[in-house]
């Protein structure tokens, strides 16, 4: 469970988010929207305890992230957008020590069995340096779901990855979140948001746009009328003429 | 204190660095780079570390004391002055994205910086003592006094970096440069009283007199013991005895940085994502673009765009256009450089004979060890853009033109700067250097054709890291080879220019015409070559990692 309660985050005088609140039971999947800079990245910086909040609080697996960080953290996995590898470890290093990191026991059963799942057997002792972009992404995915989280959080996730490598991530999202994770998909990928999430988010200017069950976005902008495709309401919800709380906030 | 994955971490990353260190030395390029080192060691430093323990220091330990103290103000100062509470605790990008959000409390990740940290100063401390060997009295004073020197400077820093963390930018401003004020206002009181009271303006005679004024007790008395550590003439009592002190002192400050306990992750994730970037922009080659860039949102001049000359055109203007973009601080540090050779020359500047020998000697060594390096505004700095360089409608050897103008033009302007200073303190050109002058644009196509052309057939980044084995090995090749290449243009160009003389009878200006018009010849012989390697350069296999 990923609990989010009145988040603020100002830099000297920009607001980066503008009170938003949510939750992410488990079993759900957030599909986080909105342009660049509407503080996707902040919002899920700050449930990782990377970034403190200017107000707010967060909560996850029942551990407040100010106060209980640490539990908080075990319960977590996220995987930034363009995830930063130890240029010089191997892949099965960067997995021994999120093993020791996390505490993760019988880790090398589970580090193999996500090599395999990533195909990344092949590269299992090659440095980081030297991997391409999207084998990097994977390394990164494997290392988030070696301690099987209860929350996960995911910055853009698909990019770089192959096909195959798309379809095995969304797979074990899906079969995360069956398994009782709350997990939140920041993406600019709407059909992927539409396909994966329950719940999706809109967020503009910091400010939350609609938050709701996936199946009553188009009800919450009825107004539009008919059968919108989710990109129509995206674009509708983001324009600057209609900057005051969508529906849903 | 330390989670024992941080400790985990630390020891593969350790591995890792062996690791890799070995394996730059697989392969014929390792083994080659290898032999290299080992020869530079065996030739260069071997004899000067062995006769630094055999012989007795060449600096008398009370001149240790008198100025390392100094040298750790300025630095501790020159620290402070540049202090922002923006700056943070630089992590790696890797580290951030690994240990942020990871089950860590702010003290273990302090704590692993700081191993980390320790670590890599033994090192750097081991390393310099045998540099210095000559200058110490015990190598092992000079490695714990360095060790605790360079500790103390670097916990300072993250010290400053928490308390900035710590308390609100405004007050730690103020307070920055309250302290400031403070310490320049002794130190002008210390310097002015020390000059009037020194018996003559030898810098060591002004130096003690500063130390033993009440200014300079006061601000030289937390380095005191360091300087007195570097310079330890018995093993007991007095590295003993200062060495644990100096210990004591820089414990102090692990326990304040630990205990300060500031949130330092946000200003950290900031300080770590510029520090990523600027290494990204280096690895890509444009190292002054990185350092000088512009504050976002201001305009630029753009250069006046140069004619097409077969393609040649718009490729060295896009490398003036990057050049110009770095040149302010490009400029500065070339200031700081040369303002530091012309010290020897103004203490000799009675003799004119030596001046001119001496600013020949350093003109060379700067023009082919540092402006080669500094000025890669060429194919060095397209590493990553070899692919667009080959779609261009342009011609190989246009392109290379193209590519080596730009650093032609400026080491060839910098170069003349550096005359013209010379020909100021001397009050006039002496003709060697005028000659100079002429031969300059050929020879620096030639270091520079040389640079392009090993780097097009053994491609490599700029910065591969501190433990990249193969491109220090490949530095010393490059350097010799540069040095062997221009010893044979100049054997043959002095070999026609000396055939020219007597053919039209003892001509001086047939002499230097010839021998000119060579050194150009030669120069442009190796165009072809460099065109050449260029085409055969693959991008898909042979850009570096």
Redesign the interface.
């Known amino acids: 469970m990923i609990v989010v309660e009145d988040f603020h985050k100002t830099y000297g005088e920009t607001v980066a988010v503008s009170g938003i609140s949510f939750r992410v039971g488990p079993g759900e999947i957030l599909g986080l929207v909105g342009p660049n800079g509407a503080g996707k990245t902040t919002t899920l910086?700050a449930i990782?305890?990377?970034?403190?909040p200017t107000h707010g609080r967060f909560a996850v697996g029942g551990h407040d992230v100010a106060t209980a960080?640490?539990e908080a953290?075990?319960q977590?996995?996220?995987v930034?957008d363009d995830?930063?590898?130890?240029?010089?470890?191997?892949v099965a290093?960067h997995l021994?020590?999120?093993a020791?990191?996390?505490r993760v026991a019988d880790s090398s059963e589970k580090s193999a069995r996500l090599i395999e799942q990533f195909e990344l057997t092949e590269k299992e002792n090659t440095?980081?340096?030297?991997l391409s972009r999207g084998m990097r992404q994977k390394v990164?995915l494997c290392?988030a779901y070696l301690h099987s989280p209860k929350a996960m959080l995911f910055d853009e996730p698909l990019t770089g990855l192959d096909p195959r490598a798309i379809r095995t991530l969304k797979d074990s999202m899906m079969r995360q979140a069956e398994d009782g994770a709350a997990i939140i998909i920041s993406s600019h990928l709407l059909a992927l948001v539409e396909d994966m999430c329950s719940h999706l988010m809109i967020l503009d200017h910091g400010r939350k746009r609609f938050f709701g069950p996936m199946n009553e976005v188009r009800t919450a902008f009825a107004e539009l009328g008919g059968e919108k495709s989710l990109e129509e309401i995206f674009f509708h919800a983001t324009e600057r003429d209609n900057l005051a709380d969508g529906p849903g906030s | 204190m330390m989670h024992p994955s941080l400790l985990k971490l630390i020891r593969l990353i350790s591995r890792a660095k062996v690791r890799r260190l070995l394996r730059g030395l697989r392969g014929v390029k390792g083994i080659v780079a290898a032999c290299f080192i080992c020869g530079f060691f065996a030739i260069g430093l071997a004899p000067v570390i062995a006769i630094g323990f055999l012989k007795e220091s060449i600096t008398s330990p009370e001149t240790i004391r008198s100025i390392a103290p100094l040298g750790m103000l300025a630095i501790c100062v020159s620290n402070l002055l540049v202090a922002k509470p923006e700056n943070g605790i630089p992590f790696l990008p890797a580290e951030v994205d690994f240990l942020f959000p990871g089950p860590f409390h702010r003290r273990e990740l302090l704590a692993y910086k700081i191993l980390g940290m320790l670590m890599a100063t033994t090192g750097a401390s081991i390393l310099f003592s045998l540099f210095l060997i000559a200058h110490l009295t015990h190598w092992l004073a000079g490695f714990v006094g360095l060790f605790l020197i360079l500790s103390f400077i670097q916990l300072v820093q993250v010290s400053v970096a928490l308390v900035a963390a710590t308390v609100a930018g405004r007050a730690f401003t103020r307070g920055r440069k309250l302290f400031l004020l403070v310490v320049g206002i002794c130190l002008v009181y210390g310097l002015a009283d020390a000059l009037a009271s020194a018996a003559n303006r030898d810098i060591l005679t002004v130096i003690a007199q500063f130390r033993s004024s009440w200014a300079g007790m006061f601000l030289l008395a937390p380095f005191e013991v360091f300087g007195r550590t570097l310079a330890a003439e018995t093993y007991v009592p007095e590295l003993l005895g200062w060495g644990s002190l100096g210990l004591l002192i820089n414990a102090g400050l692990v326990l304040l940085v630990l205990l300060l306990d500031a949130n330092f992750l946000e200003t950290s994730v900031v300080a770590s994502q510029k520090m990523y970037e600027r290494l990204q922009t280096i690895r890509r080659g444009t190292v002054w673009v990185s350092i000088g860039s512009s504050k976002p949102g201001r305009s630029h001049r753009r250069l006046p765009q140069l004619p097409w000359w077969g393609g040649a055109g718009p490729i060295a203007w896009r490398q003036m256009s990057t050049a110009r973009r770095g040149a302010r601080r490009m400029f500065v540090l070339l200031f700081f450089i040369g303002a530091a050779s012309a010290v020897p020359f103004m203490m000799r500047i009675d003799n004119p004979q030596a001046l001119v020998g001496a600013a020949s000697g350093m003109l060379v060594m700067f023009s082919l060890v540092f402006l080669p390096q500094m000025i890669a505004f060429d194919f060095r700095a397209d590493v990553d853009r070899m692919e667009t360089l080959k779609a261009l409608p342009i011609s190989s050897t246009a392109i290379v033109i193209g590519e080596l103008l730009t650093p032609l033009i400026v080491a060839t302007a910098i170069q003349i700067v550096l005359i013209a200073a010379v020909a100021l303190l001397q009050q006039g050109l002496p003709w060697e250097l005028l000659i100079a002058v002429v031969f300059i644009p050929p020879a620096n196509l030639l270091v520079f054709g040389m640079e392009n052309l090993m780097f097009l057939w053994y491609p490599y980044r700029q910065f591969g890291g501190f433990s990249d084995m193969q491109a220090y090995g490949r530095q010393m090749m490059i350097m010799l080879l540069k040095m062997l290449l221009l010893g044979l243009v100049a054997g043959i160009a002095i070999g026609l220019g000396g055939a020219a003389y007597w053919l039209a009878g003892r001509s001086t200006m047939a002499f230097a015409v010839v021998s000119w018009l060579s050194v150009c010849g030669l120069s442009i012989g190796l165009l072809p070559a460099i065109a050449h390697a260029y085409r055969q350069f693959d991008p898909s296999t042979d850009t570096p990692a």
């Open positions: 910086r990782s305890g990377i970034i403190p960080a640490i953290k075990r977590l996995a996220y930034p995830p930063k590898l130890f240029e010089m470890l191997t290093e021994q020590f999120v020791a990191a996390y440095i980081a340096q030297e990164a290392c």
